[in-house]
């Protein structure tokens, strides 16, 4: 990224220049050196708050990025479907800006793959097979949750336009077919984040 906006950071200070001598000020070459120095130091310090050792010249910012790795952590996730005999409820929510529209979707699993897409006439079903058993809710990662995401995001495409209502798998997105084929295959997803060293 800092290499990304040296010419950003040059062209912005050659303008600052150009327009302080046409209003008749003085700007030296060193003291345009010196400004973008600063500016991607300081970029260099908000993308790495951690480090407290970064350079303050540009050969030594360029120095410490080709040389920096940063520690990598990677972690198996993977959606299990529900076991015979017991129902499955996947839901995800997203919200764009605050306040903004925000939206959900869930979809319900039973434990031979069938989603449940006649929902309504299934959910007194539901009820009434719950009434004697355990119920367990728990979080996963969107990695594990991902046909949830999925359609929790692409509500956002069709706001304020349309209903979207899936009525069998052949009316999903081919994305989201995708999704509910991988995850009967199990096959696992890798959430990757990196750490700060």
Not at 13 to 19: E, G, L
């Amino acid at each position: 990224m800092l290499f990304n906006v040296v010419p950003l950071f040059i062209i912005w200070k050659i303008w600052k220049r150009r327009n302080t001598i046409n209003h008749g000020g003085r700007m030296r070459h060193v003291g345009i050196e010196i400004e973008i120095d600063r500016n991607l130091f300081l970029l260099a310090k908000y993308n790495y708050p951690w480090r407290k050792d970064l350079p303050t010249s540009w050969p030594g910012l360029i120095k410490f990025i080709k040389e920096y790795t940063p520690t990598l952590g990677c972690r198996r996730i993977v959606w299990n479907p529900p076991v015979m005999g017991s129902f499955k409820y996947n839901s995800d929510g997203a919200s764009k800006r605050n306040p903004g529209p925000s939206y959900g979707a869930y979809n319900i699993l039973d434990g031979i793959w069938e989603t449940l897409w006649g929902i309504m006439m299934k959910i007194k079903r539901i009820k009434m097979l719950m009434e004697d058993k355990e119920v367990i809710a728990e979080h996963i990662l969107k990695e594990g949750n991902q046909l949830a995401n999925f359609l929790t995001n692409h509500i956002f495409y069709f706001v304020g336009t349309q209903t979207l209502t899936y009525s069998n798998f052949q009316d999903l997105p081919t994305n989201a077919r995708g999704i509910i084929n991988t995850e009967k295959e199990k096959l696992p997803s890798l959430r990757i984040r990196r750490y700060q060293n």
